[in-house]
């Protein structure tokens, strides 16, 4: 009798759940149907056109991997490999300003400084592309005020460079690691420091032992986020120095202008992959270690 009951009370119960389960899935259908038109048919349009080939003589088309190929060579390889190295040294920079700049706000006492450090670098993290370039421009570069005032042009200073592409992209990286690492250091508890200070524990100590394994993994979320950042930016570079720093961003842009060569385009969409293979690999080494640090800072 007892069991009969409990079905009986079970069945209804589970019912109703399904049914309030059941508006809650259809509301996110159409954050779905979005992603699939914004994301997904882009990425098809990528993939096809990556290992898609024409022959310039009669029009036909085959699948090959011969725009992957061309991608990993000469030129194209180059611009690559320069936007993988632009974006490591730019986040990594990033990183080790932002930190420090992070946990002076966490712990500052003024809740003003707090909220205008916090406003500003949301500001600034997304002021970019053509506007940042002319400021950088007007300012430090070959006639900038800065660079006249200072007389930086005969000390070997040259904005449309490399470097110079690495400070102005830690104009707006600075900023977005500020805004990515603030939740986890205010996640550091304080019982964890007094217990460090406890055992005889000094502050480098603690940040050595204690605060930087926990924070590991958001360091690294960060790092993924400001390499990402700096791998995708395009317009500033493009504004800035043109063809002279290689990056593919700017090689895809050609490409697909046909600047250098015409019927590019194929190549350009193969260059495209590798960078979402790139992004890949960098967010494969992240999504482990962040999974672990969920329950530290939870």
Known sequence: MTTALT??????????????????????LPLLAFTAIAFGLPALAMLNGAFTVEDQATGA????????????????LTSLLGSVKLSAISAALGAAFGLPLAQAVVTSRSRALREAVLTA???????????????????LGNAGVLTRHLGLTGKGWDLY?????????????IPLMVLTITPALE????????AAQNNGAGTAQYWRHVALPVLAPSLLGGLVLLFGSAFAAYATAAAMVGSSVPLVTLQIADAISG??????????????LDMVLVAGLVMAVYLPLQRRSARWLA
């Open 7 to 28: 079905r009986v009370d079970v069945a209804p119960a589970a019912s109703a759940k399904r049914r309030r389960r059941a508006p809650g899935a259809l509301a996110v």
């Open 61 to 76: 088309t085959t699948y090959s991997t011969a725009n992957l190929t061309t991608s990993l060579h000469g030129a194209y």
């Open 121 to 139: 670098s949301g500001v600034l993290a997304n002021f970019g592309g053509v506007p940042l370039a002319f400021a950088f421009v007007a300012t």
């Open 161 to 173: 460079s490399f470097w110079g592409l690495v400070i102005v992209y830690l104009y707006f990286l």
């Open 187 to 194: 996640g550091l508890r304080s019982q964890w420091r007094e």
């Open 259 to 272: 600047n250098v060569l015409v019927g590019q385009e194929n190549v350009a969409l193969a260059l495209s």
